[in-house]
């Protein structure tokens, strides 16, 4: 049975005699010249994908060696190679039929590295290969997954079992599952990993621990992973001795800037520094009277001439009963435009809040043009259900990427702001909170490898789809059947959505459980804070439902460029599925659906839920053509997605019914 340990990397023989005899033709040997350790790397895993796929060994020969009658695959670094992008695109790589040969060529031996992974591609998605030309090169620089991790083996907001990261057993034993881990990523195009919870302990920058996190870049690197460390702000006073952490205190400076010397001599292509400072009661800068950019140029500084960066957080917000937690990183962080150092880049998440099912893109974005924007997104469901929900995340991603935040005219889309193309930027980088722990399957959920799949295919090249990307994920890890895969990816492509219908449909958000993030908990009303409130969030009254941030309100609307307030802050222009972002709307209110908003409130939990029993239909249906135990697996999963989903439903419609006083209108009304 397959456990889900071996991710999309399946490479099992191909069954279809025809195709697997003509990939045999074109692959009779390897040659891999130069001394390149990711090259080598490169070698290895094509070796093994092959040997796999075609039932039969390719030997790796050198040039000389290689027969003048046979057809093989060439991997060449070339500093020259012809790959999309500029002369500083190092990433690239270029596959291309040169006489009865397959070249894969790139910059670097991650260029090749990464072609060979999209050779791999083709087969195990059995595209054909003869005359084979083409070439691609990540839109987006840094390319990093962020974990959550924690030094005694919990992951915060993890689903999938405990930390991967054994800090017990490093350096001394490498557990042969670092080694898969950076394969699967490498194979998507991750080049870095923050190896910690941005709730950081100091720990990670003893020389105890840099020993441990030496030992884990050392099995990264040959898959041209680099590895990052998030940083607890006072480790100065922590574990230096020191009485400050003032960014500006001189001691404070000479502090970080021999640890980071003391990081590099120990990881001489150290990534760099993740910072959560002044959020969510992590000390930072202001604590001094300092601001973000006097802390994260501090750090940059420290940095030096190495080639490292500072990913600084935005995602900041004060307990504040007045205001709207909506604004608060935008009006901390918009000022600082232009303040920070180049090695600077300013970390977002997708949306304002925190992670919903559903935001607005960040006012932040478009807003700092003189500033390079990390796009961080959740791979974790922390609000979408852990890891017993099916959600497929990418058209959530996709939501985002595409959203025009039309600051420099129509077409300033998000993605152009992270890829740093609309304002002309070096640096470009994008995150994703890990979903990986250490459960057989890595995810938890089995299709949550999804996720990880698709957040690394759209960090290399956003303008995929999300259909596109559920497509060969799909063929890559679950099936090949035509049928199947069509049902399945119809499945993904919908599950965001239905999600959000029958938890927090028409622009809800925040209404989660308190603390754990799960199930429905709308009426809560007190948590030491109001912005841990639900009830901050929906404004439920007798009135009618949401959030109003027009200019009557909390004006957070007046972040946004003129065009995106225009078609936001109207009710009756806005988009029903951010509707309740922006507006306080009357019960009775007649929607563009033709329903009322309390009629549309319920049709949509209760559609949404009934769609619960459509993907389990529709799951069923593939049962003969995917493995029987992750059939299994995901059908108990889907099983309690379909009673949760009733306990979403109907704890937010008996709940909401208390203020709108209306009848839960046909067909959905219970029989009297
Ligand atoms: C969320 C999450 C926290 C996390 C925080 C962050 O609020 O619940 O656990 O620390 O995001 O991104 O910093």
Request: glycine share 8%.
């Amino acid at each position: 049975a397959d456990d889900g340990y071996r991710l999309w990397l399946k490479y099992d023989l191909i069954t279809d005699v025809a195709q697997r005899n003509a990939y045999r033709q074109a692959a009779q040997y390897i040659v891999a010249e130069g001394n390149s350790a990711v090259l080598k790397t490169a070698a290895a895993e094509l070796q093994r994908g092959l040997q796999g796929l075609l039932g039969q060994p390719v030997p790796l020969v050198t040039k000389g060696e290689s027969n003048s009658t046979k057809r093989g695959i060439l991997l060449l670094i070339s500093p020259t190679a012809n790959v999309p992008g500029t002369a500083q695109t190092q990433d690239g790589y270029r596959i291309l039929t040169q006489g009865r040969n397959l070249v894969v060529t790139g910059r670097s031996g991650a260029g090749v590295l990464y072609g060979v992974y999209a050779l791999l591609r083709q087969l195990q998605t059995q595209q054909p290969v003869a005359n084979l030309a083409t070439a691609s090169s990540p839109r987006i620089q840094y390319r990093l997954l962020n974990h959550w991790d924690n030094p005694n083996g919990t992951v915060e907001r993890g689903y999938a079992g405990s930390s991967i990261w054994k800090w017990y057993e490093l350096p001394e034993r490498l557990d042969p599952r670092y080694t898969d881990y950076a394969r699967a990523n490498a194979s998507i195009g991750i080049n870095g990993v923050a190896i910690n919870n941005v709730n950081a302990s100091a720990r990670y920058l003893t020389p105890e621990y840099l020993q441990k996190v030496k030992a884990l870049a050392g099995v990264f690197r040959p898959y041209g992973i680099r590895v990052y460390l998030s940083v607890f702000w006072a480790a100065p006073k922590v574990i230096g001795g020191l009485k400050t952490s003032d960014p500006l205190d001189p001691q404070v400076k000479q502090w970080w800037a021999a640890r980071t010397a003391e990081i590099y001599k120990t990881i001489p292509d150290f990534g760099g520094f993740l910072v959560k400072a002044n959020s969510e009661g992590e000390p930072g800068p202001q604590d001094y009277g300092r601001n973000h950019a006097d802390g994260a140029n501090m750090l940059a500084e420290a940095l030096g001439q190495h080639d490292g960066i500072v990913m600084w957080r935005a995602f900041v917000y004060k307990a504040n009963s007045k205001g709207d937690r909506f604004k608060e990183a935008y009006e901390e962080f918009k000022p600082l435009d232009g303040k920070f150092s180049p090695k600077v880049l300013v970390q977002v998440k997708n949306g304002p809040i925190d992670f919903q099912s559903r935001e607005p893109f960040h006012p932040l974005f478009g807003a700092m043009p003189k500033t390079p924007l990390v796009l961080e997104v959740q791979l974790t469901q922390e609000y979408l259900g852990f890891a017993t929900h099916l959600v497929y995340l990418a058209p959530l991603f996709k939501e985002c990427l595409d959203f025009d935040t039309q600051t420099k005219g129509p077409g300033s889309t998000v993605a152009k702001v992270v890829d740093g193309s609309l304002d002309q930027h070096l640096l470009s980088g994008i995150a994703g909170v890990a979903n990986i722990g250490s459960d057989r399957n890595w995810t938890g959920h089995p299709m949550g490898q999804a996720n990880w799949y698709a957040f690394g295919r759209l960090a290399w090249d956003h303008s995929l789809t999300a259909a596109a990307i559920a497509t060969e994920w799909t063929k890559m890890t679950l099936t090949r059947e035509p049928k199947a895969v069509a049902t399945i990816v119809d499945l993904m492509g919908q599950s965001r959505d239905i999600y959000v219908r029958y938890t927090t449909p028409l622009g809800l958000h925040h209404i989660m459980g308190q603390n754990i993030h799960y199930g429905p908990e709308p009426w809560l009303a007190e948590a030491g804070r109001p912005d841990w409130t639900a009830v901050y969030y929906h404004k439920a009254d007798s009135m009618g439902l949401g959030f109003n941030r027009t200019a009557t309100g909390s004006n957070a609307l007046a972040l946004y460029s003129p065009g995106v307030q225009k078609q936001w802050g109207d009710p009756k222009t806005c988009p029903p599925n951010y509707l309740l972002w922006f507006h306080h709307v009357g019960w009775k209110q007649p929607l563009p659906t033709g329903r009322t908003l309390w009629n549309e409130l319920v049709t949509r939990y209760y559609t949404g839920a009934d769609s619960v029993t459509w993907m389990q239909q529709r799951w069923a249906s593939v049962k003969p053509a995917v493995d029987p135990a992750l059939h299994t697996d995901v059908t108990a999963r889907l099983q309690i997605q379909r009673q949760e989903a009733l306990w979403w439903r109907d704890a937010c419609v008996l709940y909401f019914q208390t203020y709108s006083k209306q009848p839960i209108p046909a067909p959905f009304a219970p029989p009297t």
